[in-house]
């Protein structure tokens, strides 16, 4: 299950994700709707969920500040709001390497997606960083 923060909203963005991902594709409004989600609330939001993928742009609130679980992976894509409908594009190069291929893999990593090089740590692990290829 992958979900989308709330600045990728978009119905286009989830439905490119939905087109080539196998597994549902939902936002964080849908887990609690009717209701304002704050960042702090998402960690526990994700618990409630059958080990999701939560997607975000919003790299300062959750980069190096949502501790790594191994019930959820977080994934920053750092880029600016001007170019969220590449986000899918991102997520699906990520989604590709070995390491974060399988739901089993990449469950417990926060990755922060940048343009030249992944950076991410584990509940096991510090902070290590790898190019993309």
Same mark, same amino acid.
């Given at each position: 299950?992958?979900?989308? +923060?709330?600045?990728?909203?978009?119905?286009?963005?989830?439905?490119?994700?939905?087109?080539?991902?196998?597994?549902?594709?939902?936002?964080?409004?849908?887990?609690?709707?009717?209701?304002?989600?704050?960042?702090?609330?998402?960690?526990?939001?994700?618990?409630?969920?059958?080990?999701?993928?939560?997607?975000?742009?919003?790299?300062?609130?959750?980069?190096?500040?949502?501790?790594?679980?191994?019930?959820?992976?977080?994934?920053?894509? +750092?880029?600016?709001?001007?170019?969220?409908?590449?986000?899918? +594009?991102?997520?699906?190069?990520?989604?590709?390497?070995?390491?974060?291929?399988?739901?089993?893999?990449?469950?417990?990593?926060?990755?922060?997606?940048?343009?030249?090089?992944?950076?991410?740590?584990?509940?096991?692990?510090?902070?290590?960083?790898?190019?993309?290829?």
């Amino acid at each position: 299950m992958i979900v989308l +923060d709330e600045e990728l909203q978009d119905p286009k963005i989830a439905d490119r994700i939905a087109s080539w991902f196998p597994g549902r594709v939902t936002t964080i409004r849908s887990v609690r709707p009717g209701t304002t989600i704050k960042d702090d609330a998402i960690a526990s939001l994700l618990l409630r969920l059958a080990r999701p993928t939560f997607v975000t742009i919003n790299v300062s609130d959750f980069w190096r500040k949502i501790e790594a679980n191994p019930h959820y992976c977080v994934v920053c894509v +750092d880029l600016p709001d001007a170019r969220v409908r590449e986000v899918p +594009d991102w997520l699906r190069r990520f989604l590709r390497f070995p390491q974060f291929k399988t739901k089993a893999r990449r469950m417990g990593i926060v990755a922060r997606l940048r343009v030249a090089r992944i950076d991410y740590y584990s509940v096991e692990q510090p902070t290590q960083s790898m190019n993309w290829k």
